[in-house]
């Protein structure tokens, strides 16, 4: 078990242009989550996954944004026609719930992908 | 609406002191509260969580926090702190009826210890 990863780590990217950024959880967790973390604050949610479904999706989330998660894996968050304010950590974690008890498990978090937005 | 306040952007403490860092929350509900630590260029490390039953919750690394309803508080301790400790700190809520499971993060507090 190796945790949650995620590529790229870090991301340079010019105005207007599409980035997709990859998140592999830890093997057998069925939620998998989005957050966006910006300097000097808190991870803020974006979306939610239970196994393949999107289930959430936060305000935050524009239409620029997507994410799947086919097959209930590995996921993918999409930002279209970047803009300078989505420059952020982008972190994702896992967790595994498979009945109310495990339901309060804590998420693990991957290192992030941090993006910037010229 | 779900909240998070860290009232405190940094606390610095000396080696062998005890530590507190300061969190309280609003929710409807029961409140799922946990604490995670992010060491620079890594991801949130979780270090305890509040669910239910002794309001004192013992965590990873000797660390500690202890759930007091009546001042909405969860507040992460230890009884001494090391140089190792020095990083950014979170605590976040999880509304006790939430599906998702999705967390509300405070704005963190920098731990900075010194020897």
């Known amino acids: 078990d190796t945790g949650v990863s995620q590529d790229p780590r870090h991301k340079i990217t010019k105005r207007g242009q599409n980035v997709t950024f990859r998140c592999d959880p830890i093997?057998?967790?069925?939620?998998l989550y989005w957050y966006r973390q910006t300097l000097g604050q808190g991870p803020e949610f974006l979306t939610y996954?239970?196994?393949?479904?999107?289930?959430?999706k936060s305000r935050l989330l524009s239409d620029r944004f997507s994410a799947e998660r086919p097959k209930g894996s590995f996921s993918t968050l999409e930002i279209q026609r970047t803009e300078q304010g989505d420059s952020a950590m982008y972190l994702c974690?896992?967790?595994?719930?498979?009945?109310?008890?495990?339901?309060?498990?804590?998420?693990?978090f991957g290192p992030g992908t941090r993006l910037t937005v010229l | 609406a779900q909240s998070v306040a860290q009232p405190e952007d940094q606390v610095n403490v000396a080696e062998g002191n005890p530590l507190t860092v300061k969190c309280t929350y609003s929710?409807?509900?029961?409140?799922?509260l946990f604490w995670y630590v992010q060491y620079p260029n890594r991801g949130l490390q979780f270090l305890l969580k509040?669910?239910?039953?002794?309001?004192l919750v013992k965590g990873s690394y000797g660390f500690e926090a202890e759930f007091n309803k009546s001042q909405t508080s969860f507040h992460l301790k230890k009884p001494s702190a090391l140089v190792s400790d020095s990083a950014l700190y979170f605590c976040?809520?999880?509304?006790?009826?939430?599906?998702?499971?999705?967390?509300?993060f405070g704005q963190g507090t920098t731990l900075q210890v010194k020897p």
């Open positions: 976040a809520v999880r509304r006790g009826s939430s599906n998702t499971g999705k967390l509300i």
């Open positions: 509040y669910i239910t039953g002794d309001n």
């Open positions: 929710v409807s509900g029961n409140p799922y």
């Open positions: 093997s057998e967790h069925n939620r």
């Open positions: 996954f239970q196994n393949e479904a999107q289930l959430e």
């Open positions: 974690a896992s967790s595994l719930a498979r009945d109310t008890l495990s339901s309060y498990n804590e998420q693990f």
